[in-house]
């Protein structure tokens, strides 16, 4: 069976049929070890009762007598001991096997017990207290008006039992319905969700991520229900920044290239005064400048989360390394009309130092880019006994709360519309991220819209 569903049901019946099985068998060992002996007992005192009460009556009717006691549950088989042949009757039911040796009714017309109940041989299957037979009793002797007989005797267990084992039975028949039933609603309701996330996960991998599991319960199910949701809705915004960065990355290839085209062909023409010339060629500069660094950006991203190989280990001055980026944005600085600050302690670190400098290259171009004029920007770093800090603060534009868990992720990019004039690729903080994952540091990004946004990168002292 392949379905879950035929599992369950073959776990179920085979266990039902199982335990039935162990439930038996044990029962018949409690029998032979204990009940049989007991059992044997309690016949041979019920025996010996009737035995003395016919001696002690000499003037009843022993065949009446015995009838009545025949239908009140029992099986007796008498044995009057005559010279010639003995004389035998059955009261009661008759004996399904008649497997009585006339040896053993001799010893007991001699005075001895049989204990048939007790030593019959033991047999695994069948327990010898529903063996109908007449070794399977217990036997004793008594006198009677001169004569001497033989008396055995074993309960009518038919009789007795009938309406119990109907009642038994009933009761196991019913059971065993009802609990296939239960059990076969059970698995159905155990496997309909488990089809259900079958049938969502088919669809979200066709691309249809929209899906939704009415899976309400607590369980483990419940749970794997919940996590395939989560699943379907992050893999649904992984596919919408995908669908978005290929538009972003499209319309940023096509348009300095289409501006590239344009002015190519205008220059090509030659009818252009020297000005007109030099602009064409500065707008066409720019735009290179532009396709190269997206390019760049790329090139740089594939190969820091491709790397395996150990970083460039080397010491150096941290704050010199920080001085020496903000010296090459002092132009973009001016432009933007912007003053900055830096409190720089001096330190020495061990990392990698050309991404380093990357690192703040990337975060100080941010901090410019989304300032808008005339604002400061404060840089500091700080020494802590295991870890160096540095803050890159500004009092730009900011970054909406609910955009805040998104922006590491490569090409994402705050609405672009906020800005036209702002020209990102959505690579930079994806790039910032992995370089502080390489150096085992953390990274921090506590934002406000319109009032700036503060970075915290902290790394700890890598040892050479
Ligand atoms: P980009 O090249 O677009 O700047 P980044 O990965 O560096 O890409 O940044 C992702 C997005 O996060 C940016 O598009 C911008 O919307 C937002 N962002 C990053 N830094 C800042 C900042 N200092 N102030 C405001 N927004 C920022």
Redesign the pocket.
């Known amino acids: 069976m392949r379905s879950l569903y035929g599992k369950f049901l073959l776990f179920a019946v085979a266990t039902m049929v199982g335990s039935a099985i162990i439930a038996f068998l044990i029962i018949n060992t409690y029998y032979h070890q204990f009940l049989k002996v007991e059992n044997d007992a309690k016949n041979m005192h019920i025996l010996e009762q009737i035995a003395t009460y016919v001696e002690a009556n000499a003037d009843i009717n022993l065949n009446d007598y015995l009838t009545t006691q025949a239908n009140v549950g029992y099986k007796l088989l008498l044995v009057e001991k005559k010279l010639d042949k003995n004389a035998m009757r059955t009261f009661g039911e008759p004996f399904r096997l008649f497997n009585l040796d006339f040896r053993t009714i001799e010893q007991v017309l001699d005075g001895a017990e049989y204990h048939g109940m007790r030593d019959l041989p033991r047999e695994t299957f069948v327990t010898g207290f529903f063996s109908d037979e007449l070794a399977n009793t217990v036997g004793t002797s008594f006198q009677h008006n001169g004569s001497t007989y033989a008396l055995f005797l074993r309960p009518n267990i038919k009789m007795l039992f009938r309406e119990v084992h109907y009642l038994l039975g009933g009761l196991f028949i019913g059971m065993a319905t009802i609990s296939l039933i239960a059990m076969l609603f059970g698995a159905h309701k155990l496997i309909q969700p488990l089809l259900q996330l079958t049938e969502a996960t088919k669809k979200v991998s066709a691309g249809k991520f929209g899906v939704s599991l009415p899976i309400r319960s607590k369980d483990e199910i419940g749970e794997l229900a919940q996590s395939f949701t989560d699943m379907a809705k992050e893999l649904h915004r992984a596919d919408q920044v995908q669908k978005q960065f290929i538009t972003d990355v499209s319309h940023d290839l096509q348009t300095p290239l289409q501006q590239i085209k344009g002015y190519t062909n205008l220059i090509k023409k030659g009818n252009l005064t020297k000005k007109e010339s030099a602009e064409y060629l500065t707008i066409i500069e720019t735009e290179t400048e532009r396709l190269s660094n997206l390019s760049r950006?790329l090139l740089l991203l594939t190969s820091l989360t491709q790397q395996t190989k150990q970083l460039t280990i080397t010491s150096f001055r941290i704050d010199e390394q920080i001085k020496q980026v903000l010296r090459r944005f002092r132009w973009q600085l001016e432009q933007n009309h912007l003053s900055i600050r830096a409190k720089l302690e001096p330190i020495v670190i061990c990392g990698d130092e050309a991404q380093l400098e990357q690192l703040w290259e990337?975060?100080l171009?941010?901090?410019i880019?989304?300032?808008t004029e005339g604002k400061n920007i404060l840089i500091q770093l700080h020494r802590s006994p295991n870890h160096v800090k540095v803050m890159?603060q500004?009092e730009?534009?900011?970054?909406p709360k609910e955009?805040l868990p998104y922006?590491?992720e490569r090409f994402?990019?705050?609405?672009?519309t906020?800005s036209t004039e702002?020209k990102?690729?959505?690579?930079?903080?994806?790039?910032?991220k992995r370089i502080v994952q390489l150096h085992e540091g953390n990274i921090t990004?506590e934002?406000s819209v319109n009032q700036?946004?503060k970075?915290t990168v902290t790394l700890p002292f890598k040892k050479m």
């Open positions: 950006q990337n975060l171009s941010n901090a880019k989304y300032s890159i500004d730009g534009i900011g970054i955009h922006i590491y994402y990019r705050v609405d672009s906020r702002i990102g690729t959505g690579l930079g903080l994806a790039i910032v990004i934002s700036g946004s970075v």
